[in-house]
């Protein structure tokens, strides 16, 4: 187990190939601050990757105390063997007493290598913190557990992008910054990184940093059924999301699946077109800022979460409302 040397909360801050920081690191900077001050450490934002000088900007500039820098070439993409034992080395040597981590595919799977590696605990998907307690869905989200770790240090714990809203960035404070090296030999990296493909090229499909969301559920009726879904989303500026059941109907990609087995996001608006509101669904969405539902069921469970609601057929529903909405922005 690794020994805890200081009360300091660390955020695993993961960097983009720009060398800018992924929004979820950003965003848990605000628990962060307020965990760190209840058990009077510091707040440290740690960078790895290439180039990263535009991370630990972001960083100086939404609220970190301190920064530890690993920049290197061989950290440019994300490398588990590579990334395990350069923070498996600063924890040992620094001595944290929790660190947070986003729930990136990259963090899910960083976040176990390194607690095993270190013989400590990983609270996955948390969607609350606190310094004695930590609360995450279980059995289908259906349930809630809080889940302790009383005994062992670093305290691990993943957290989804868009659980935590990030603040407005602030003024850039000239805070520490401490840089290290970590050697990683080739034989300590045991996958090598041949080609990086764009997937998603021609439909990046960003949910998590969507300011307007749109989303289609079974009750669109069909893959026809987006087209509407769409054309508001266009007027609106805003991405297409969809519930679990349109995306098993093979309706849209899962790309744009929200919920808990796929993106959390948290809008200033989210429309829900034809969608019910199953705990899963609402896992993902709840902490929207402003949500809307459509739907013909006056007692569908979504109207509980909604803060504006609209009875009635999505399919009469959505060309209206696109249509008044074109009219006022003159499109
Ligand atoms: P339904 O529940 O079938 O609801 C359709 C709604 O459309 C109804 O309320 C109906 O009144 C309305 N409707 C029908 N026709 C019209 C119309 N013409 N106009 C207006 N309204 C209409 N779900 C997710 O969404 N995301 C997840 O990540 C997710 N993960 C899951 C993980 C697990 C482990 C499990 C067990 C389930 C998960 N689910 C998830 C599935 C979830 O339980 C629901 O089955 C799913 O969210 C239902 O999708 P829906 O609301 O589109 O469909």
Redesign the pocket.
Known sequence: MAVEKTKDLWVFIETEDEGTAKSVGLELLVPGRRLADKQNGKLVAVILGSNVAPALEAVKAHGADEAIVVDQPELKHYNTDAYAKVLCELIEKYGPSVMLIGATNNGRDIGPRISCRLGTGLTADCTALDIDDETRPAF??NLMATIMCPDHRPQLGTVRPGVFKKSEPGEVKDIPVIKEKVEITDAEKRVELLEVINEMAGELVDLENAEIIVSG???V?GPEGFAPVRELAEVLGATVGA????VDAGWIPHAH??????KTVGPKIYIA?????????LA?MSSSDVIIA????PD?P?FNVADYGLV????VVLPILTEKIRKYKGL
């Open positions: 289908g989200g559920g079974r009750g009726g519930s679990r059941a349109a699946q929200v919920g808990q087995t796929g077109c034809g969608i019910s509101g199953a705990i899963q669904h993902g459509i739907n013909k069921d569908a979504i009635g057929d999505l399919k």
